[in-house]
T-cell receptor
């Protein structure tokens, strides 16, 4: 079946602009996760959703970052007033939820470049 | 504060030999550990996992060992194949906690398997 898809694959924006990154999880997966990966580092947790609600948003770096999942499927990560330090690959993952289910399936990521 | 550390940025092995990738963690609340493999321009792919109630888990050529007292885990690949060349990430979570979806990743180790 189809895996996690993310659009766009690449996004170049100017400092100060607003961007939206989209994630389509695997069908039937109720949990959805956002991570950010900088060059030479591992993925860094941002937020995860169980259904429509954010179960943990402790990784969002500041209030310029916001994510939604209004219908419990597709999610959008929104970044306001982008800064050059926001440049990274933004990864989305999904999984089944429930006891004993911890493996997350990742999409290919969106490479964000802020100039 | 790097709670999951992979101290070897890279590892080079000959085809057919054993590859051993290491990972250390500091957070004693972590009780579930995962290894992911990542090819360029793709998202991480789940490889194998282990719960803290075990000290070993095996899946084909891949074995993960967990030493809780040392807060150390390792991934063994035997025999290594050129197709195993990738970046390997160790990740951990508190599966017994409310935020079990939050994975903490190490920095990654680049494995190169030479024919």
């Amino acid at each position: 079946g189809a895996g996690v898809s993310q659009t766009p694959s690449n996004k170049v924006t100017e400092k100060g602009k607003y961007v939206e990154l989209r994630c389509d999880p695997i069908s039937g997966h109720t949990a959805l996760y956002w991570y950010r990966q900088s060059l030479g580092q591992g993925p860094e947790f941002l937020i995860y959703f169980q259904g429509t609600g954010a179960a943990d948003d402790s990784g969002l770096p500041n209030d310029r970052f916001f994510a939604v999942r209004p219908e419990g499927s597709v999610s959008t990560l929104k970044i306001q007033r982008t800064e050059r330090g926001d440049s990274a690959v933004y990864l989305c993952a999904s999984s089944f939820s429930g006891t004993g289910i911890y493996e997350q399936y990742f999409g290919p990521g969106t490479r964000l470049t802020v100039t | 504060d790097q709670q999951v550390k992979q101290n070897s940025p890279s590892l080079s092995v000959q085809e057919g030999r054993i590859s051993i990738l290491n990972c250390d963690y500091t957070n004693s609340m972590f009780d579930y550990f995962l290894w992911y493999k990542k090819y360029p321009a793709e998202g991480p792919t789940f490889l194998i996992s282990i719960s803290s109630i075990k000290d070993k888990n095996e899946d084909g050529r891949f074995t993960v060992f967990l030493n809780k007292s040392a807060k150390h885990l390792s991934l063994h690949i035997v025999p290594s194949q050129p197709g195993d060349s990738a970046v390997y990430f160790c990740a951990a979570t508190n599966a017994g906690g409310t935020s079990y979806g939050k994975l903490t990743f190490g920095q990654g180790t680049i494995l190169t398997v030479h024919p």
